[in-house]
């Protein structure tokens, strides 16, 4: 069965910092690895995603994705206090099955 | 902008109730999910639904019974609710991208 964990559990950085966060699983023949946003009393919000081995760019948002580590990172450029929220990683695992870790709670002060 | 639609917001019942959530999703998605989220955040996936066909059920107890009338349309239903229910249902829709509804809070006293 596939695990998901994250860390830090969370992280107060000051605005315009770059903040860097981290995924492993456990299962390299996953298909997807998400990230998603969630502030609180919302549902959570898929920002970016990443199947290959390498990495994506978004705007102010940059995925890694090494599998043969089983590894994942997403780092977040000049953050902003809007950015404050919690960053879940997803793994996508086929067949409409998704397995997300307890994400990591991030606070970005003005 | 909201696309998926749960109700109610809040929810509160004794235990051995009997409760139902609906969601509703105007994205015309074939996929719709229902995940648990606990107090510390953790999100489970419940069921999964591809064009009206259960595909996942996770080891949820019995208790729990998904109903779908069509695609855009995935209620779920507990029979005699317990105090471990407590919990944020969330309901989502995808075609790739999962988008998810704000979620409905239960409280079981």
């Known amino acids: 069965q596939e695990k998901v964990q994250q860390s830090p559990e969370s992280l107060i950085v000051p605005e315009g910092a770059m903040v860097s966060l981290n995924c492993s699983f456990s299962d390299s023949a996953s298909q997807s690895i998400w990230w998603y946003q969630q502030h609180p009393g919302k549902g959570p919000k898929a920002l970016i995603?990443?199947?290959?081995?390498g990495n994506k760019k978004e705007g102010r948002l940059t995925v890694y994705l090494n599998r043969a580590s089983l590894h994942v990172s997403l780092h977040i450029k000049d953050s902003q206090p809007s950015d404050s929220a919690v960053y879940l990683c997803?793994?996508?695992?086929?067949?409409?099955?998704?397995?997300f870790g307890a994400g990591t709670r991030l606070k970005v002060i003005a | 902008e909201t696309a998926v639609f749960q109700t109610p917001n809040y929810h509160v019942t004794q235990v051995g109730n009997e409760v139902s959530f609906n969601c509703k999703q105007t994205?015309?998605?074939?996929?719709m999910y229902w995940y648990k989220q606990d107090s510390k955040k953790l999100l489970k996936i419940m069921f999964s639904?591809?064009?009206?066909?259960?595909?996942v059920n996770e080891t949820v107890p019995r208790r729990f019974s998904p109903q779908s009338s069509d695609k855009a349309h995935l209620n779920l239903r507990i029979k005699s609710v317990e105090p471990e229910d407590s919990a944020v249902y969330l309901c989502a829709s995808s075609q790739d991208t999962q988008y998810f509804g704000p979620g409905t809070r239960l409280l079981v006293l």
């Open positions: 995603s990443i199947f290959s081995n």
């Open positions: 639904y591809n064009n009206k066909q259960l595909i």
């Open positions: 994205l015309g998605h074939d996929t």
């Open positions: 997803a793994v996508h695992t086929g067949n409409y099955k998704y397995v």
